[in-house]
């Protein structure tokens, strides 16, 4: 009887074995259950990931490009953080566009800080008229009048009592160079910084 007893015995131990083990290979591991990302969200549940920062930097530009006071003679620019925190920086020539970009970059999803440093220009009549006489010799200009022709011209002029900066994009070195040149022009011009970016280097 004895060895009766432990032969069945041990045929239930072996069965209990086997049923525990098929039990843990159905079984999906705990650490996986339930658990799902966020589009946008890290994996590491720290701030975005690769992709949600680039298509939250796609989203703060195109706010900021549709803003209806945002022209030519306005500058803005942004970064973007892992964590969700913009900050606006640049110039701007009418107080409330800081306010205007400030808070539609708040309703954007995934925002979750905005850090607010755009510089408003001081009211000045002689800036203002800096500014038509900037935008006549450089717009006016045959080889850069196409860039008038665009919603938001590429070359934005930015006055500050009397010193010129020019910022932006144009399409080669010699539009970059000729728009320099143009702005030099200007009487009562104290300075010209020349910060344009040139898409095609090369030429």
Partial sequence: MRYRLCALLLILATLTLAVAQNSTAASPPANNSQQQTMPGASE???GLSQ???E???KEVRHELVMLPRYGVFDDLSYEVDPDGTVTLMGYVADPTLKSDAE???KRIEGVEKVNN???VLPVSPNDDRLRR???RAIYGNEVLSQYALRAVPPIHIIVNNGRAILTGVVARQMDKQIAEIQAKSVPGVFSVTDNLQVEEPGK
Wanted: glycine letters at 12%; aromatic letters at 6%.
């Fill in 103 to 105: 808070n539609v970059v």
């Fill in 117 to 119: 440093q755009i510089q």
């Fill in 51 to 53: 992709r949600g920062l």
């Fill in 55 to 57: 298509r939250l930097v």
């Fill in 133 to 135: 006489a900037l935008y």
């Fill in 44 to 46: 590491h549940g720290t």
